[in-house]
């Protein structure tokens, strides 16, 4: 049975699947544009997510948004920098993301809070947002996807909406995605990750007080994310096949291996654990194809790199921002949207894979912090216009620019289109 919900029209621009920070940024932007907006999301805001710890670029479609004030308001930690344990001599060291450039801090978030922040932002900005709606297919017209069906909990039948572009921000279900694109998995980034959170911790020292702590262990890697009072986030990220190989449980081996940790060690010898364990394997890949005839792919439905240095949400964000400027000229112009949408897609592409060589780079713990640094500048800034140690705060911090995505220009595009026929 196919039906409409009551108050909501059949037929939109844009038609997001997805509320989380990527479609629901998108859907911000697109809205205050003037176009019509459906987001799609198959849970029920606030909810829990992980990837608390933000980073600079994230407060850029943020200010877009007019959020920078509500989230100082909201009390989340501000987040300067990072302490790292990490590198052939394991001697800890820190970095600043002043050094980066004009965006001192970002912060250390409970999600369910700033997820729910963002999607609310986009009602206010005109999109209409159901939740716990399920996408079960797309509608396809010659070739084209021209709308979605879908369900909502306690609504009976099939609702089927029309748009004039699909925008898949579903996240890790890539619900789009896996209907028209293979993925790639970044083999050398196979891992698994598991976490918890805790209760009474110490802080780290002086101006690393809200820093992100990143420690290096023989076996993987501990994150430790302040993110309010004494409540940590604390994750350990290993290779899937060591897990495999191990004899011990997720758990176990948690535990085992904050036994072998320095500073976190200390962080955590007064606290108590607040909840159970929760844990995430394999996730570092890329879609074959990011776009297609009536949708494209943004946030992690459309890649996904590593929890290291938090960059997820940021990337997400900052491209939903470009899509959105795009979208908005596609539905202003529909000759430009395939030649636009491969432009986009090349510049996601390019961006995201700095970000993934630079970290598989990383993971190599053998090396000394000035091979890092040395690795981020031969990424972003080969003409060493910068010193080293800026170019790899800036690339971190999402601060190493990609104009071809994050300020897409189509007005040639557009001009093509636009000029008059010849006689």
């Known amino acids: 049975?196919?039906?409409?919900?009551?108050?909501?029209?059949?037929?939109?621009?844009?038609?997001?699947?997805?509320?989380?920070?990527?479609?629901?940024?998108?859907?911000?932007?697109?809205?205050?544009?003037?176009?019509?907006?459906?987001?799609?999301?198959?849970?029920?805001?606030?909810?829990?997510?992980?990837?608390?710890?933000?980073?600079?670029?994230?407060?850029?479609?943020?200010?877009?948004?007019?959020?920078?004030e509500r989230m100082e308001a909201k009390g989340f930690e501000r987040k300067y920098g990072g302490t790292v344990v990490w590198g052939n001599n394991e001697i800890p060291w820190n970095f600043a993301f002043a050094t980066g450039g004009k965006i001192p801090y970002a912060y250390h978030t409970r999600r369910a809070d700033l997820d729910t922040m963002i999607l609310d932002r986009a009602r206010e900005l005109g999109a209409i947002v159901v939740e716990e709606a399920t996408v079960k297919d797309t509608i396809e017209e010659d070739g084209r996807a021209v709308g979605v069906q879908y369900t909502v909990r306690g609504v009976e039948g099939v609702v089927e909406t029309r748009g004039s572009l699909i925008i898949d921000a579903s996240g890790q279900a890539r619900v789009i995605g896996r209907k028209y694109s293979e993925v790639n998995w970044h083999e050398q980034l196979q891992n698994v990750a598991v976490w918890t959170y805790f209760d009474g911790c110490h802080r780290l020292p002086g101006d690393e007080w809200s820093n992100i702590l990143i420690e290096g262990v023989k076996d993987g890697w501990f994150w430790g994310i302040p993110i309010d009072k004494g409540v940590f986030s604390v994750g350990f990220v290993t290779p899937s096949a060591t897990a495999k190989a191990s004899e011990q449980s997720l758990e176990d081996l948690f535990k085992s291996q904050v036994a072998k940790t320095g500073k976190l060690k200390e962080l955590l010898k007064d606290a108590h654990q607040t909840s159970g364990f929760r844990s995430a394997r394999d996730w570092s890949y890329t879609n074959e194809r990011f776009y297609g005839n009536g949708w494209v792919?943004?946030?992690?439905?459309?890649?996904?790199?590593?929890?290291?240095?938090?960059?997820?949400?940021?990337?997400?964000?900052?491209?939903?921002?470009?899509?959105?400027?795009?979208?908005?000229?596609?539905?202003?112009?529909?000759?430009?949207?395939?030649?636009?949408?491969?432009?986009?897609?090349?510049?996601?592409?390019?961006?995201?894979?700095?970000?993934?060589?630079?970290?598989?780079?990383?993971?190599?713990?053998?090396?000394?912090?000035?091979?890092?640094?040395?690795?981020?500048?031969?990424?972003?800034?080969?003409?060493?216009?910068?010193?080293?140690?800026?170019?790899?705060?800036?690339?971190?911090?999402?601060?190493?620019?990609?104009?071809?995505?994050?300020?897409?220009?189509?007005?040639?595009?557009?001009?093509?289109?636009?000029?008059?026929?010849?006689?």
């Open 1 to 68: 049975m196919s039906s409409t919900l009551q108050g909501i029209t059949d037929d939109f621009d844009v038609i997001i699947i997805g509320g989380g920070p990527a479609g629901a940024t998108a859907a911000g932007l697109l809205s205050e544009r003037g176009r019509r907006v459906l987001v799609l999301d198959r849970e029920r805001f606030p909810r829990y997510h992980i990837g608390e710890s933000l980073i600079p670029g994230f407060m850029l479609p943020m200010a877009e948004l007019g959020l920078t």
């Open 297 to 423: 792919l943004v946030g992690d439905a459309a890649a996904f790199v590593d929890p290291l240095f938090s960059p997820g949400v940021a990337l997400a964000t900052m491209a939903a921002s470009s899509l959105a400027k795009i979208v908005d000229q596609i539905i202003e112009h529909p000759q430009i949207e395939e030649k636009a949408l491969d432009r986009y897609a090349s510049a996601y592409k390019d961006f995201f894979d700095r970000i993934r060589v630079f970290v598989e780079g990383f993971y190599d713990r053998s090396k000394t912090k000035g091979f890092y640094f040395d690795l981020a500048q031969t990424i972003t800034d080969p003409e060493k216009k910068n010193d080293a140690h800026v170019d790899f705060v800036q690339l971190i911090s999402g601060l190493a620019r990609n104009d071809a995505l994050f300020n897409p220009d189509l007005s040639d595009l557009i001009a093509d289109v636009s000029a008059p026929a010849a006689d």
